[in-house]
């Protein structure tokens, strides 16, 4: 049972452009949500976090919004770069652990 | 800044040999978390350690078993491998638990032949 999920395998985005990447979870538990880019063969990189208190985050051109009755959150990334072509993966949080979406691959194109 | 280091990055075994990975956390962190990526998938939760204590578990087969030691590094020790546990494992550290964000080491690939 997936209890983060990730339904977009993968993302094309012109450069400049917005990417928005979304994650939808089932556990209401969870009070602590993370975007985590990832390259290949590469550990998971921290990008940025939201709390459940709150319905948005922002660092830089990367922000997270939080929307708790739908338990969905994204991440919109503005504006888009070459660099940012990589698997985003969101986790959520309770206790101790992290679970994991399934990954969204995001290729930015020039 | 210091990272997450794990070793060895790169390790073949033979099945039914057993296999030792080591987690070393950035410094101060005191919370430590496993986690397997098969191909193709996302990393699913192993175990976790908090202050030397196992605080949670995930899919963590009975063949496998961590723990942290007085240093606050972690060793995941696998036995009987299988061919099905050629994945790559990540260690990631935190200060406290909960809500804090964790920080990913570099990961080893295990390779089961």
């Known amino acids: 049972d997936q209890q983060v999920k990730q339904n977009s395998p993968s993302l094309s985005v012109q450069e400049g452009r917005i990417s928005i990447l979304n994650c939808d979870y089932t556990?209401?538990?969870?009070?602590?949500f993370l975007w985590y880019k990832k390259y290949p063969a590469e550990g998971p990189t921290f990008l940025i976090s939201?709390?459940?208190?709150?319905d948005k985050n922002e660092d830089g051109r990367f922000t997270v919004f939080l929307n708790k009755s739908a338990k969905h959150l994204s991440l919109h990334i503005v504006p888009s770069q070459p660099g940012d072509s990589a698997v985003y993966f969101c986790?959520?949080?309770?206790?101790?652990?992290?679970?994991f979406g399934t990954g969204t691959r995001l290729q930015v194109f020039p | 800044a210091a990272g997450v280091i794990q070793s060895p990055r790169h390790l073949i075994k033979e099945k039914r040999e057993t296999a030792t990975l080591k987690c070393y956390p950035i410094?101060?962190?005191?919370?430590v978390y496993w986690y397997q990526q098969g191909p193709g998938q996302d990393p699913q939760f192993l175990i976790s350690?908090?202050?030397?204590?196992?605080?949670d578990k995930g899919s963590i087969p009975d063949r496998f078993s961590a723990q942290q030691f007085s240093d606050y590094h972690s060793e995941l020790n696998m036995s009987s491998l299988e061919l099905g546990d050629s994945a790559l494992y990540f260690c990631?550290?935190?200060?406290?638990?909960?809500?804090?964000?964790?920080?990913f080491g570099q990961g080893t690939r295990l390779t089961v032949v």
């Open positions: 986790a959520a949080s309770v206790t101790d652990k992290l679970i």
């Open positions: 990631a550290s935190s200060l406290g638990a909960g809500n804090t964000e964790a920080f």
């Open positions: 410094p101060r962190h005191d919370t």
């Open positions: 350690f908090y202050e030397k204590m196992q605080s």
């Open positions: 939201i709390s459940s208190i709150k």
């Open positions: 556990n209401s538990m969870f009070d602590y």
